[in-house]
């Protein structure tokens, strides 16, 4: 059988001395894990399609399970090898956690998801940092594991610095923490994580959870509130994916450059 998807490279493996196994993730049919025969060979006509970050049009034969990719038209290739490292590291982790988290299913919305923030990663459009924190809280709300932060949970307050219980994706203001008993509180820490927010972070992530996609990174933040909105945002996506990533590794070493 041959197919033909529009889709983004986001894994690849060598093989042999020629041959590149790519992990496709695709509009039309989720993730496609593909053999690209001869693709490492300087004057491939699939050399550029199938390199990492390449969003091309692919045609794709299937046979006995297996699928080889036959044409890789590429549109645009969104890692360009100028990058820094934050911008590479980002680019690298937002494909790990498709890898970990897109399946064999289409999902429309996270495609685009993908697709606007590397694009606006190699355009330079926002903070690297932005960019992966809104991808983070979007992404979990297209897994379906959107937290509830417009409010506080128990009081429905909602203004001012809040707790946001991780594992619960809830939050509680300090009046209503206050109330817990001591006992209360050591049980609620025992089992997850509450980090705190600042009213314009948890503002910043209200808005990331529910902006349309092409206005998704058209805010900002003070450094203090954006430190709060970017270490929530990954230990969320992290709880809730049940994993970390080496890309995160990457990503501190490169901030300590
Ligand atoms: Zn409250």
């Not at 993730?31 to 699939?46: D, E, F």
């Not at 932005?130 to 128990?154: H, N, Q």
């Amino acid at each position: 059988m041959i197919y033909n998807v529009t889709g983004l490279v986001i894994g690849e493996t060598n093989v042999g001395e020629h041959d590149r196994m790519i992990t496709i993730f695709t509009s039309e049919c989720g993730i496609v894990g593909a053999m690209a025969k001869g693709s490492r060979k300087a004057h491939s006509a699939l050399l550029h399609g199938t390199k990492l970050f390449a969003y091309s049009e692919f045609v794709i034969a299937e046979r006995a399970d297996k699928h080889y990719v036959r044409e890789a038209m590429p549109k645009e290739v969104l890692y360009d090898i100028c990058c820094d490292l934050e911008t590479s590291g980002v680019s690298y982790y937002i494909a790990e956690v498709l890898l970990a988290a897109a399946t064999a299913s289409p999902d429309p919305e996270l495609f685009r998801l993908a697709l606007n923030c590397l694009f606006a990663l190699r355009e330079r459009k926002a903070d690297p940092f932005l960019i992966k924190a809104a991808f983070e809280m979007r992404c979990s709300a297209i897994l379906g594991f959107m937290p509830e932060v417009s409010a506080c949970s128990v009081c429905e307050r909602q203004d001012g610095e809040m707790m946001l219980d991780i594992s619960e994706g809830i939050l509680t203001c300090p009046a209503c923490r206050k109330r817990l008993s001591s006992a209360e509180r050591e049980e609620a820490s025992a089992f997850t994580r509450i980090t705190p927010l600042s009213e314009s972070a948890r503002r910043a992530m209200l808005y990331t959870l529910y902006a349309p996609q092409e206005r998704l990174l058209s805010f900002s933040l003070a450094d203090e509130d954006m430190r709060l909105f970017k270490d929530a945002a990954e230990v969320y996506i992290q709880h809730h994916l049940e994993r970390s990533f080496n890309a995160l590794e990457f990503l501190k070493q490169a901030r300590n450059v």
